[in-house]
Nanobody, 125 residues
Framework: EVQLVESGGGLVQAGGSLRLSCAAS????????IGWFRQAPGKEREGVSC????????NYADSVKGRFTISIDNAKNTVYLQMNGLKAEDTANYYC??????????????????WGQGTQVTVSS
């Protein structure tokens, strides 16, 4: 059974940094596409970043390019989202997602079968 547990959210001032973690179990990262998504109140869920090692896919939303970095630690079965230069518009609930599909573009939420419970990120301006 695929399980994803996010952590690391919190309250931070604009310009600050946070690192989100997603502890995964039930699969190996090399066989799955992993993504980070976010959803603010009243808005649709949007893709932030995703990675697929098997295809070498690495996508970032334009709004976070140059500020956010996705990475995987295979030894810890954990995927991270390092977020720097945070802005008020980054405030949202952030979700980790996984799917066995292989995608050259992986920022579509409907592509992912398994989801974590989310972690809240609030950026004060």
């Amino acid at each position: 059974e695929v399980q994803l547990v996010e952590s690391g959210g919190g309250l931070v001032q604009a310009g600050g940094s946070l690192r989100l973690s997603c502890a995964a179990s039930g699969f190996t990262f090399d066989d799955y596409t992993i993504g980070w998504f976010r959803q603010a109140p009243g808005k649709e869920r949007e893709g932030v970043s995703c990675i697929s090692n098997r295809l070498g896919t690495l996508n970032y939303a334009d709004s976070v390019k140059g500020r956010f970095t996705i990475s995987i630690d295979n030894a810890k079965n954990t995927v991270y989202l390092q977020m720097n230069g945070l802005k008020a518009e980054d405030t949202a609930n952030y979700y980790c997602a996984a799917d066995p599909g292989r995608y050259y573009y992986c920022l579509r939420a409907r592509s992912f079968a398994s989801w974590g419970q989310g972690t809240q990120v609030t950026v004060s301006s």
